[in-house]
T-cell receptor, first 111, second 113 residues
Framework: GEQVEQRPPHLSVREGDSAVIICTYTDPNSYYFFWYKQEPGAGLQLLMKVFSSTEINEGQGFTVLLNKKDKQLSLNLTAAHPGDSAVYFCAVYQGGRALIFGTGTTVSVSP | EAAVTQSPRSKVAVTGGKVTLSCHQTNNHDYMYWYRQDTGHGLRLIHYSYVADSTEKGDIPDGYKASRPSQENFSLILELASLSQTAVYFC????????????FGPGTRLTVL
């Protein structure tokens, strides 16, 4: 079945720096991709969804890149601030059942 | 806004006891899910449901039962709680059509002693 590898498991960055999280999936038939943010003691909040082919989506303070050729999904936090401190999960949907989640990346942003 | 609520938010149970975790959604979604989160791991799917009165096994169903009495409600039942079931449990819902993003509840922290 689908496997999703997420790295790194931990990221410590200074405020204003950028941070990149990468997910690699195995099933080429995967076609919907998601990034979730989990703040301490809270549930998962949907950050961004991306679909087929190479795509770049920009949100507030982050950029998501999907490269289907290499089966990679990345989240780039641009100019990180303390409010970005959280655990980030990628998730992949390939049809038929629930999402397959990566193992998570804990991001700590220090002033 | 889409809403998924869970109760209780925190629970302490004794080994061998019965535990029921409840989930309620007001999204009018057909699909509902139960996940387990352990420290250092991602989310693992326990049970899910496509429609009321029907449930499906996920990746780690052993030791858990699920019940979907209505579209809005989905319960996770631990008939004989064990120490290894100490974890945070999340419920989620998603629409039948569209891009299948899931909306999560705030989680229930279960401690089995």
């Amino acid at each position: 079945g689908e496997q999703v590898e997420q790295r790194p498991p931990h990221l410590s960055v200074r405020e204003g720096d950028s941070a990149v999280i990468i997910c690699t999936y195995t099933d080429p038939n995967s076609y919907y991709f998601f990034w979730y943010k989990q703040e301490p003691g809270a549930g998962l909040q949907l950050l961004m969804k991306v679909f087929s082919s190479t795509e770049i989506n920009e949100g507030q303070g982050f950029t998501v890149l999907l490269n289907k050729k290499d089966k990679q999904l990345s989240l780039n936090l641009t100019a990180a601030h303390p409010g970005d401190s959280a655990v980030y999960f990628c998730a992949v949907y390939q049809g038929g059942r629930a999402l397959i989640f990566g193992t998570g990346t804990t991001v700590s942003v220090s002033p | 806004e889409a809403a998924v609520t869970q109760s209780p938010r925190s629970k302490v149970a004794v080994t061998g006891g019965k535990v029921t975790l409840s989930c309620h959604q007001t999204n009018n979604h057909d699909y509902m899910y139960w996940y387990r989160q352990d420290t250092g791991h991602g989310l693992r799917l326990i049970h899910y449901s496509y429609v009321a009165d029907s449930t499906e096994k996920g990746d780690i169903p052993d030791g858990y039962k699920a019940s979907r009495p209505s579209q809005e409600n989905f319960s996770l039942i631990l008939e004989l709680a064990s120490l290894s079931q100490t974890a945070v449990y999340f419920c989620a819902s998603s629409a039948r059509t569209g891009v299948y993003e899931q909306y999560f509840g705030p989680g229930t922290r279960l401690t089995v002693l």
